[in-house]
């Protein structure tokens, strides 16, 4: 925790973002505004990363504090973007929503307040956790393949498509335990 590196040039996850209205709006699209700051939703199926599978980290649209990532998402079938687990809870505020006549938890991005999602108790393993969040409120960014080593040259005379894991999901050492 000491270890924190000043010259780092991402700005401190702890520090809260405020902004006015009229800011957020300029910064926003007209839907990331009306989702993030208006605890609005947007249509099941329509977002952009709801069958992403695509590996990285999402972000949040509005301060880019650094909330999930592409190894907790899960597909939910429930047409918005779903993870078990956010990449630390402290980065997650919650609160209690009636609206709509229901009674549902509502996830926000603690630095900035703004309206991502709700969390469901009918997650998969280990939390059980669904965090369903609208793809207005994340903005993915893509992990970058790692640079060919030298550990590659050996396979270099067979074709690609030998590789039989090439179809599965990654089952990489950073994968949660089951
Ligand atoms: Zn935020």
């Not at 809260?16 to 199926?45: M, S």
């Not at 949040?60 to 650094?66: D, M, P, Q, R």
């Not at 993870?83 to 549902?104: L, N, Q």
Request: a positive charge; proline letters at 7%.
């Amino acid at each position: 925790m000491s270890q924190k590196n000043p010259d780092q040039a991402e700005p401190d996850d702890s520090q809260p973002v405020v902004k006015t209205d009229a800011q957020w709006r300029k910064l926003l699209t007209a839907e990331q505004y009306r989702v993030t700051r208006q605890k609005g939703t947007e249509r099941a199926f329509t977002g952009e990363y709801w069958n992403c599978t695509k590996e990285g980290v999402y972000r949040c649209v509005c301060c880019g504090a650094e909330l999930f990532t592409s190894d907790t998402k899960f597909d939910s079938g429930c047409g918005w973007p779903s993870f078990y687990a956010p990449t630390d809870d402290k980065r997650i505020e919650s609160a209690i929503d009636r609206s709509h006549g229901m009674v549902r938890t509502e996830v926000m991005c603690r630095r900035c307040g703004a309206h991502l999602g709700h969390v469901f108790n009918d997650g998969p393993r280990p939390t059980g956790l669904r965090y369903c969040i609208n793809s207005a409120s994340l903005k993915l960014e893509e992990k970058t393949p790692a640079p060919a080593d030298s550990s590659d040259k050996r396979n270099a005379g067979k074709p690609k498509a030998e590789q039989p894991d090439a179809q599965k999901p990654k089952a990489d050492k950073s994968a949660p335990k089951r």
